[in-house]
């Protein structure tokens, strides 16, 4: 996936050194170590859908590279990346397994490039539309048995699913950003002119370049904040009219 010219292993000190710090910091304060542990079933959850979304979709497009090598699951030993996984928890970004698809078998209905665009946006939209499932979990559960979560069973499951909804929503909008490797990448390009996308796909290393920089100085999270605040509110919003809470 990447291939700089420059050595990478600057890049492994670097991440190396946001794990340490991340880890040294939820050692240190009981409270995010508890938040850490708490977000484990998010994650797993969060990156199982997304990477499922790729490959269900491509598969009703017409490509069955995904179902042929078993990735049409929602067991997450299917699609968690180690690394990735890792890096999701203590360095705050990270990946799943990418599900392989063939553009060139999806319907002639469309252009290769459209189909791409749907798979590739199926995997946020996923993300997102389960937070809201979520939403509506937790908010069926403080509407019917409030009680529940005054007991600590109850009040950990409840930090459970929050949790989850946070990371849902999290890595769905991460993954709209339109930089390579990440899915809006793809989604943007039916909508970009003919020049302009071939000097996108010409110069896809820098953009590269451009995404690792963000992510280890945590720009993403400026760039994210704002759109995750407008879905959550939203869901929200959407929650309490549902269950008038």
Known sequence: MFNFSFDKRIIYIIVAIMIISNISGYLATPGLLFQLLVSIPGVLIAITFHEFAHGFIAYKLGDNTAKSEGRLSLNPLDHLDPV????????????????????????????????????????PLTNIL?????????????????????????????????????????????????????????????????????????????????????????????????????ISEGIIAITKMIFGI
């Open 84 to 123: 990735g996984t890792f890096m999701l928890l203590f360095a705050g970004f990270g990946w799943g397994k990418p599900v392989n698809v063939n553009p060139s078998r999806y319907t002639r209905k469309m252009s290769m490039e459209t189909g791409e665009a749907i798979v590739s946006i199926a995997g």
């Open 130 to 230: 389960l937070a809201f499932v979520l939403a509506l979990i937790n908010g069926a559960i403080i509407k019917f048995a409030n009680g529940f979560l005054y007991t600590n069973v109850g009040w950990v499951i409840q930090q459970i699913i929050v949790s989850a909804i946070g990371v849902n929503i999290a890595l769905g909008v991460f993954n709209l950003i339109p930089l390579p490797p990440l899915d809006g990448s793809k989604v943007i390009m039916p909508f970009l002119p003919y020049k302009v996308k071939q000097w996108y796909r010409n110069n896809e290393q820098i953009f590269y370049i451009i995404f690792l920089v963000i992510a280890i100085t945590r720009m993403t999270r400026l760039i994210i904040l704002k759109p995750m605040q407008w």
